[in-house]
């Protein structure tokens, strides 16, 4: 059975940094896409940042130079490194992965508040 479970999110004054967490389970990680998403009030879900088996990683326009995600395969976890965080990045954040059947799974999320 497929897990993710993330952590980490919270209340943070803009400028300030959180550190995102994803625990997976039930499948292995190699050849596995993990990705963070989010999705603000009214808005659609969004994608934030990709990391693939190579640790190559992919970011949307807005957060590049401000967030780094990373991957820790030994013992399934993926983060999101998030620095100079600006109100608009307040939403709930989702880590998403794709595995090699082609099914994807989602974690139950985790709000982050950035406000003065």
């Known amino acids: 059975q497929v897990q993710l479970v993330e952590s980490g999110g919270g209340l943070v004054q803009p400028g300030g940094s959180l550190r995102l967490s994803c625990a997976a389970s039930g499948f292995t990680p190699g050849g596995t896409l993990m990705s963070w998403h989010r999705q603000a009030p009214g808005k659609e879900r969004e994608l934030v940042a990709a990391?693939?088996?190579?640790?190559?990683?992919n970011y949307r326009d807005d957060v590049r130079g401000r967030f780094t995600i990373s991957r820790d395969n030994t013992k399934n976890l993926v983060f999101l490194q998030m620095d100079n965080l600006r109100p608009e990045d307040t939403a709930v954040y989702y880590c998403r992965a794709l595995v090699r059947s082609g099914d994807f799974y989602w974690g139950q999320g985790t709000q982050v508040t950035v406000s003065s």
């Open positions: 990391i693939g088996g190579s640790t190559a990683a």
